[in-house]
T-cell receptor, first 111, second 113 residues
């Protein structure tokens, strides 16, 4: 079993939909949780960064961490075609510089 | 915003050639990393450095080497390229502190014929 599981998709939604992207993990020592967005032929871009459990909101994006269930989510409200990309979750232990990445979920928002 | 630059962006080259992929960052970050990324797969850590003259191998076995002579520069070298090296190579950096996230460059897409 991989430490971080992420459904690769693709996930196809209409413009304006609320999107939910998820990752599960098995390592209870993970304390820092990240979401990256990666457009085709570009590098991953940091979207959200949270510590421990709880919610964090930034514009149309909300990151949610549930450590008791070992489950993290990224919600995108009012999705736009420009949100079409691959979304990577990543997480790391408190004493580590190196995160463990999920495989990424491909999101397609069609007009 | 992170400023991390990778060159070349694309490279197609024959088997057996020596290749150096360049990575530079202008933020003064101590920590730098090289990842390999294949379509639909996790990022695999190849090498990392926690500072000048410090380099370590990552989880992915690779016939590559790195050097860190200057804080801002972290080149990756393949001594003899093989078709199995065809992939995207991503460079990243982060500030000191366990709570600091990694920031990535746009990658080098390498094709070995």
């Amino acid at each position: 079993q991989k430490e971080v599981e992420q459904d690769p998709g693709p996930l196809s939604v209409p413009e304006g939909a609320i999107v939910s992207l998820n990752c599960t993990y098995s390592n209870s020592a993970f304390q820092y949780f990240m979401w990256y967005r990666q457009y085709s032929r570009k590098g991953p871009e940091l979207l959200m960064y949270t510590y421990s459990s709880g919610n964090k909101e930034d514009g149309r994006f909300t990151a949610q961490v549930d450590k008791s269930s070992k489950y993290i989510s990224l919600f995108i409200r009012d999705s736009q075609p420009s949100d079409s990309a691959t979304y990577l979750c990543a997480m790391k232990e408190g004493g580590s510089y190196i995160p463990t990445f999920g495989r990424g979920t491909s999101l397609i928002v069609h007009p | 915003e992170a400023d991390i630059y990778q060159t070349p962006r694309y490279l197609v080259i024959g088997t057996g050639k020596k290749i150096t992929l360049e990575c530079s960052q202008t933020m003064g970050h101590d920590k730098m990393y090289w990842y390999q990324q294949d379509p639909g797969m996790e990022l695999h850590l190849i090498h990392y450095s926690y500072g000048v003259n410090s380099t370590e191998k990552g989880d992915l076995s690779s016939e590559s080497t790195v050097s860190r002579i200057r804080t801002e520069h972290f080149p990756l070298t393949l001594e003899s390229a093989r078709p199995s090296h065809t992939s995207q190579y991503l460079c990243a950096s982060s500030e000191s502190g366990f709570n600091q996230p990694q920031h990535f460059g746009d990658g080098t897409r390498l094709s070995i014929l």
